[in-house]
């Protein structure tokens, strides 16, 4: 069969000019199968790839060819190539969970003796490595501060510091830091910037764009969208991306699976569609909830009363993403009657899927110190998902007439 040669797209400026975002999101890591001619890639359920005729000068340690699933694999690739093109970035790794990612990060490029700048609002197994494991058992030092405020990052910063690490939206509160004053400061002082990108997914931002050395991702939450499969990927310059595979995948065998690699990618086709309408429905549904008498706060980029609403508009060219936090006025039971009285959408942990998940995060967290005073009381992180906005408006207000 004679195939029509040089139709896979590597890295989108194979047409001419740069392609978009939606053709890259589609035909990025995709091809042709040259064993079958299918026009999608296969899922390749296998450990081992063949050897050369002579394996002894191999370095099986090595990243740079298929020799071993944990070394690199067909599906992790073409995952690799679509997400570097997506964020704008020169290389990719992808590994078994956002988690695995931020953890390949830390312990790849830390040492003993490092000092770290963390935003204080972050996803809780950063807070966790970065301020009680890495400080614990390692010798970094770490200094958590408001990075909303560009003012605080900068004096935090010490000669010994090596990354300064933040999240914009962040988890839980949906705080917004300044990636480009932030990169700028890290720079100056010698270190790196690393920027978890979960909240936004790169069609809303895009950390590299702006400065950012490292872009970090939960891949179980837009990229993929579809609540199935788990995974994570940090993309960068080569030269630190290298490193961080050795040691993240090889060594540390924080591997994805071929077949979650697989659903992630074909999640990732139709990542544009879908965060247009997460956009726009949680930006009607904060409005929407911003107005009942009942709700005590809505922390929201997209809403006027956001202290960084004009930050949020600046650096998230697209929309505001599809995650808010709110509280309501009652009592902690009031939050759980609320909950239980919902229809469409679920309670359950996780963010950016198909449907729309609420999880109450109660008075107890140790970190509520940390959070603006709003938040002491307990609050609810809301992730909208693809309904029609007016079911989900329907669902929130019959819920809440419910729980008064
Ligand atoms: C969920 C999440 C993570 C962790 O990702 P997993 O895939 O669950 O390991 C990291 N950062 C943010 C912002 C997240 O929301």
């Given at each position: 069969?004679?195939?029509?040669?040089?139709?896979?797209?590597?890295?989108?400026?194979?047409?001419?000019?740069?392609?978009?975002?939606?053709?890259?999101?589609?035909?990025?890591?995709?091809?042709?199968?040259?064993?079958?001619?299918?026009?999608?890639?296969?899922?390749?359920?296998?450990?081992?790839?063949?050897?050369?005729?002579?394996?002894?000068?191999?370095?099986?340690?090595?990243?740079?060819?298929?020799?071993?699933?944990?070394?690199?694999?067909?599906?992790?690739?073409?995952?690799?190539?679509?997400?570097?093109?997506?964020?704008?970035?020169?290389?990719?790794?992808?590994?078994?969970?956002?988690?695995?990612?931020?953890?390949?990060?830390?312990?790849?490029?830390?040492?003993?003796?490092?000092?770290?700048?963390?935003?204080?609002?972050?996803?809780?197994?950063?807070?966790?490595?970065?301020?009680?494991?890495?400080?614990?058992?390692?010798?970094?030092?770490?200094?958590?501060?408001?990075?909303?405020?560009?003012?605080?990052?900068?004096?935090?910063?010490?000669?010994?510091?090596?990354?300064?690490?933040?999240?914009?939206?962040?988890?839980?509160?949906?705080?917004?830091?300044?990636?480009?004053?932030?990169?700028?400061?890290?720079?100056?002082?010698?270190?790196?910037?690393?920027?978890?990108?979960?909240?936004?997914?790169?069609?809303?931002?895009?950390?590299?764009?702006?400065?950012?050395?490292?872009?970090?991702?939960?891949?179980?939450?837009y990229?993929?969208g579809h609540g199935?499969?788990?995974?994570?990927?940090?993309?960068?310059?080569?030269?630190?991306?290298?490193?961080?595979?050795?040691?993240?995948?090889?060594?540390?065998?924080?591997?994805?699976?071929?077949?979650?690699?697989?659903?992630?990618?074909?999640g990732?086709?139709t990542l544009p569609l879908r965060v247009e309408q997460h956009n726009r429905s949680a930006q009607f549904i904060a409005e929407f909830l911003e107005a009942e008498?009942?709700?005590?706060?809505v922390?929201y980029?997209g809403?006027?009363?956001?202290?960084?609403?004009?930050?949020?508009?600046?650096?998230?060219?697209?929309g505001f993403g599809g995650v808010m936090?709110f509280?309501?006025?009652?009592?902690?039971?009031?939050?759980?009657?609320f909950v239980?009285h919902l229809n469409v959408i679920t309670s359950a942990?996780?963010l950016g899927h198909d449907e729309s998940l609420i999880?109450?995060?109660?008075?107890?967290?140790?970190?509520?110190?940390?959070?603006?005073?709003?938040?002491?009381?307990?609050?609810f992180?809301l992730s909208i998902g693809l309904e029609d906005t007016e079911d989900i408006i329907m669902d929130i207000r019959q819920a809440l007439r419910k729980?008064?």
């Amino acid at each position: 069969m004679n195939y029509i040669e040089g139709k896979k797209i590597e890295n989108g400026e194979e047409s001419g000019g740069k392609l978009g975002f939606l053709t890259r999101s589609v035909h990025v890591g995709n091809g042709i199968d040259t064993e079958t001619g299918a026009i999608r890639r296969p899922i390749t359920m296998a450990n081992s790839y063949a050897l050369p005729y002579d394996p002894s000068d191999l370095n099986w340690s090595s990243a740079s060819g298929n020799i071993y699933t944990r070394n690199g694999g067909a599906n992790q690739g073409y995952l690799q190539e679509k997400l570097a093109s997506l964020e704008e970035g020169e290389d990719c790794v992808v590994l078994a969970s956002g988690v695995a990612a931020l953890s390949g990060v830390f312990f790849a490029l830390l040492e003993s003796g490092n000092h770290i700048v963390v935003s204080d609002s972050t996803y809780i197994a950063a807070y966790r490595l970065l301020n009680e494991l890495l400080p614990r058992k390692y010798g970094v030092r770490s200094t958590l501060v408001d990075s909303s405020d560009v003012d605080a990052v900068r004096s935090a910063v010490t000669p010994e510091t090596k990354l300064i690490h933040i999240e914009t939206p962040s988890n839980p509160t949906i705080k917004i830091s300044d990636i480009a004053a932030i990169a700028a400061i890290a720079h100056e002082a010698g270190a790196l910037l690393s920027v978890d990108n979960t909240f936004a997914s790169p069609y809303n931002q895009r950390p590299l764009a702006l400065g950012a050395d490292l872009c970090v991702e939960s891949l179980t939450k837009y990229i993929n969208g579809h609540g199935d499969a788990m995974g994570g990927a940090v993309i960068g310059r080569k030269e630190l991306i290298d490193i961080i595979r050795a040691e993240a995948m090889v060594n540390l065998g924080g591997a994805i699976s071929p077949f979650n690699a697989w659903l992630i990618m074909r999640g990732a086709v139709t990542l544009p569609l879908r965060v247009e309408q997460h956009n726009r429905s949680a930006q009607f549904i904060a409005e929407f909830l911003e107005a009942e008498d009942c709700v005590r706060f809505v922390s929201y980029p997209g809403l006027e009363s956001h202290a960084k609403h004009d930050l949020a508009k600046s650096q998230m060219t697209k929309g505001f993403g599809g995650v808010m936090a709110f509280g309501l006025r009652g009592d902690h039971e009031a939050h759980n009657r609320f909950v239980s009285h919902l229809n469409v959408i679920t309670s359950a942990v996780s963010l950016g899927h198909d449907e729309s998940l609420i999880v109450f995060l109660g008075e107890n967290d140790e970190r509520q110190c940390l959070y603006p005073d709003e938040f002491h009381d307990g609050f609810f992180r809301l992730s909208i998902g693809l309904e029609d906005t007016e079911d989900i408006i329907m669902d929130i207000r019959q819920a809440l007439r419910k729980a008064e």
